[in-house]
């Protein structure tokens, strides 16, 4: 039997921890987060990426988000990008920002790129289950085409019926805005909120 987390703004510590373990053990969730909902799985681990791809209906070689609790949890993984950009970011995360950086080596979430979409979430209990499992995958619930999944009903019935999930109702958010960094200059591939938009901008401005 699939297994159903319901949560109110945050799971308990005992949830936390049994959706740590299921994601570790090599599963895929659906799960909410700071924008939407969205499917889960550890970024390191080939065959779980492998069956998130399958999900989706992916091109194959089309790269995932992936979020981290900390910038350490990035260098860790393989980022390699100028100090003074992960100080900028540092200084906006946790946001709903998601920014492309180079990679020293491709990573299964990665799909072969030498950079990687990256993100971390503003919303606590989803950065300590993070902090846990290690970087995660994120991807939006709906197949590549359909619209965003705002809650576990709305996903598709096949998938529904084959995925872990947790459970938090409505969500109501947009998708994060996207900044490629890895360019001469930054360039947002997708604006979110014009006010953080601008935030972001000024950030940007003062320490490059």
């Given at each position: ?140 619930a709906n197949r590549s085409g359909e ?27 947009e998708p994060s805005a996207i900044l ?29």
């Amino acid at each position: 039997m699939n297994k159903r987390w319901h949560i109110d703004d945050a799971p308990s510590a005992d949830q936390l921890e049994e959706i740590a373990e299921t994601l570790r053990s090599g599963a895929v969730l659906l799960m909410p987060t700071d924008t939407i909902y969205g499917l889960h799985a550890v970024a390191a681990q080939e065959e779980a990426v492998a069956r998130i791809v399958k999900m989706k209906g992916r091109g194959e070689t089309k790269p995932f988000i992936v979020l981290a609790s900390a910038v350490g949890q990035l260098t860790d993984l393989g980022i390699d990008a100028d100090p003074e950009i992960l100080r900028a970011l540092t200084s906006i995360w946790p946001a709903p920002l998601t920014a492309i950086l180079p990679l020293r080596r491709p990573l299964p979430a990665s799909r072969g790129a030498s950079t990687l979409a990256v993100r971390i979430p503003d919303l606590d209990w989803l950065r300590e289950l993070v902090a846990r499992t290690g970087p995660l995958v994120s991807t939006s619930a709906n197949r590549s085409g359909e619209p965003a999944v705002d809650r576990p009903s709305a996903l598709a019935a096949e998938l529904f019926e084959r995925l872990d999930l947790v459970d938090g109702g409505v969500r109501a958010g947009e998708p994060s805005a996207i900044l490629d960094l890895t360019g001469v200059e930054p360039r947002f591939i997708r604006e979110g909120d014009p006010v953080f938009t601008q935030k972001v901008w000024k950030t940007l401005r003062k320490t490059l």
